[in-house]
């Protein structure tokens, strides 16, 4: 296809859809150990609020908003919300270690807004939560959706 009509595609598959999609794969740097229920407490309210963030900017429907989070010690925690009224969907596998370093992925599909919006929600609102826990982090790499749906028609 040539180059505007493979853009065309694209935009209609995104119009189709109406989703917003964006991903962070980081590093984590707590300035203290992150006990088993403060290092959950993070993960839930950084979900609950990307999610309110999204709603704020004019999403109505969430597809899900998910967290990944590995420690150091290869102990895990792994959470899902799919809507602010249903109980997050919570696996800590925490022990009393805790976390001082941590491998962390958030995945965030909303349905009404576009990419930018759910990116920018995504990361404002950890530019926000990760200073309130004191917890420094490194971009490892950021997924904009739309390179991804590119990439598939290529």
Same mark, same amino acid.
């Given at each position: 296809?040539?180059?505007?009509?493979?853009? &065309?595609?694209?935009?209609?598959?995104?119009? !189709?859809?109406?989703?917003? /999609?964006?991903?962070?794969?980081?590093?984590?740097?707590?300035?203290?150990?992150?006990?088993?229920?403060? *290092?959950?407490?993070?993960?839930?309210?950084?979900?609950?609020?990307?999610?309110?963030?999204?709603?704020?900017?004019?999403?109505? &429907?969430?597809?899900?908003? /998910?967290?990944?989070?590995?420690?150091?010690?290869?102990?895990?925690?792994?959470?899902?919300?799919?809507?602010?009224?249903?109980?997050?969907?919570?696996?800590?596998?925490?022990?009393?270690?805790? &976390?001082?370093?941590?491998?962390?992925? !958030?995945?965030?599909? !909303?349905?009404?807004?576009?990419?930018?919006?759910?990116?920018?929600?995504?990361?404002?609102?950890?530019?926000?939560?990760?200073? *309130?826990?004191?917890?420094?982090?490194? !971009? &490892?790499?950021?997924?904009?959706?739309?390179?991804?749906?590119?990439?598939?028609?290529?």
């Amino acid at each position: 296809m040539k180059e505007m009509d493979e853009k &065309l595609h694209i935009d209609m598959h995104r119009m !189709v859809d109406e989703l917003g /999609k964006f991903s962070i794969h980081m590093t984590i740097h707590p300035a203290e150990p992150l006990g088993r229920a403060e *290092a959950e407490r993070f993960v839930k309210e950084l979900l609950t609020d990307i999610t309110k963030e999204c709603m704020h900017d004019g999403a109505d &429907l969430v597809g899900h908003v /998910k967290a990944f989070l590995i420690s150091e010690h290869g102990t895990t925690i792994g959470a899902s919300l799919v809507h602010l009224e249903i109980p997050m969907t919570i696996n800590n596998g925490f022990d009393e270690r805790g &976390l001082t370093v941590g491998d962390m992925t !958030v995945h965030v599909i !909303v349905h009404g807004i576009w990419d930018p919006d759910v990116m920018h929600a995504s990361m404002e609102t950890i530019e926000r939560i990760m200073p *309130a826990y004191r917890i420094k982090y490194e !971009v &490892l790499q950021d997924y904009y959706e739309k390179e991804k749906g590119e990439a598939h028609h290529k």
